[in-house]
């Protein structure tokens, strides 16, 4: 079992940064490819970024490449994504999620475990 805890989403102006965290509870968090999805009002749930279990190996939306970073730390259960340039398009609920699986996921199904999500807003 993987309980996941998002923080970081608040509101900022377009150009502007900010930089979501992900808290992992488990002793296997470092077996587990990690994941952030977003999800706009009215649309559907989409594929942001992924990081394999090591952090070896990272991919990214092409909304999003460029711009955004995900990276891990798992001596300390922990998950990033770092937002610059944030584009008005970028506003929605971020999701943090596990896989067991522990190569890069980029489907909502291949993920098992997920949090309660952190909203982001950017303002034009």
């Known amino acids: 079992q993987v309980q996941l805890i998002e923080s970081g989403g608040g509101l900022e102006q377009a150009g502007g940064s900010l930089r979501l965290s992900c808290a992992a509870s488990?002793?296997?968090?470092?077996?587990?490819?990690m994941g952030w999805f977003r999800q706009a009002p009215g649309k559907e749930r989409e594929f942001v970024s992924g990081?394999?279990?090591?952090?070896?190996?990272?991919y990214y939306a092409d909304s999003v490449k460029g711009r955004f970073t995900i990276s891990r730390d798992n001596a300390k259960n922990m998950v990033y994504l770092q937002m610059n340039s944030l584009k008005p398009e970028d506003t929605a609920v971020y999701y943090c999620?596990?896989?067991?699986?522990?190569?890069?996921?980029?489907?909502?199904?291949?993920?098992?475990?997920w949090g309660q999500g952190t909203q982001v807003t950017v303002s034009s």
């Open positions: 999620a596990a896989s067991e699986r522990g190569g890069v996921r980029v489907k909502t199904w291949e993920y098992l475990y």
């Open positions: 488990g002793r296997t968090f470092s077996s587990y490819a």
């Open positions: 990081i394999s279990w090591s952090g070896g190996s990272t």
